[in-house]
């Protein structure tokens, strides 16, 4: 019995929400951190510039996946609360059901925003992961397998900063070539691919707990009127309280 009231106090759509969070988190974090240190060193060793917005957005990913990682357990709290007989228990005073409305509203709304936000996020690593498909496809022609010409990015100019040299924008070295495709593009390209499929899992969680929030609104909303419907049949009905007290 103890086992079975333990079970029906666990908030299992916050949990399964919360195990997406934390899984997709911590994909994307690893990954974009991996994918803008490849991205870094590729822009410095073959076309010589420094991205240095680059390197302040790896510590912004380490920051930004600690705070979801925060938001994922106090809204598994926050399920905690409102889910069986924890519900009745701790929202049964009128100002505890305020608040617990107030963190479901405010829960809410910051999570409608962070969605907003990875469907954004998602967007930027869409258009990053086709541009390196485009260098892969690039480095896939046979001709520039072969090393027999070279790998031209000057029809891509408007993309690299003005300082850098026409010259810089070729790639005719093997060696630099080497670089270029098998240890920069092709492992960066993996790790946007799974940085973008990890952003997706992401979304699905933070979806999954708005519906969760809504759910846990609406079941300390009506509690009151329950509670005060239960006392009125026990006002109507005395023997069903006596018979409720036996068992």
Known sequence: MACQA???RVPYATLIATIMCCMGVGVFCGTMYKG???????????FHFRLIWMEAL???FVVGSACMAALGLML?????????ATRQKVYRAWRARVSGRVSCAVFMVITYILTFTW????????????????FWKLCSKPENIKLATCIDFTQFD????????QEDMKICDSQMMKFFCKDYVEKAEFMF???????????????????????????IRDHEKFQELQELQYLTNPDLHAS???F
Do not use: E
């Not at 598994?76 to 069986?84: A, D, K, P, R, V």
């Not at 469907?119 to 485009?134: A, K, M, Q, S």
């Not at 691919?193 to 079941?219: D, K």
């Open 119 to 134: 469907v954004v996020l998602l967007g930027f690593l869409v258009i990053t992961t086709f541009l390196f498909t485009i």
């Open 193 to 219: 691919i799974l940085a973008m499929v990890s952003c997706v899992l992401v979304i699905l969680s933070l979806v999954h707990y708005l519906m969760c929030l809504s759910a846990n609104y609406a079941h």
């Open 76 to 84: 598994l709290c926050l399920g905690c609360l409102t889910t069986g």
């Open 6 to 8: 333990c079970l029906t």
């Open 36 to 46: 803008s240190q490849l991205s870094i060193q590729m822009f410095d060793q073959v």
């Open 244 to 246: 409720k007290d036996r």
């Open 158 to 165: 408007f993309m690299f900063p003005s300082n850098v040299k």
């Open 58 to 60: 790896k510590m912004i």
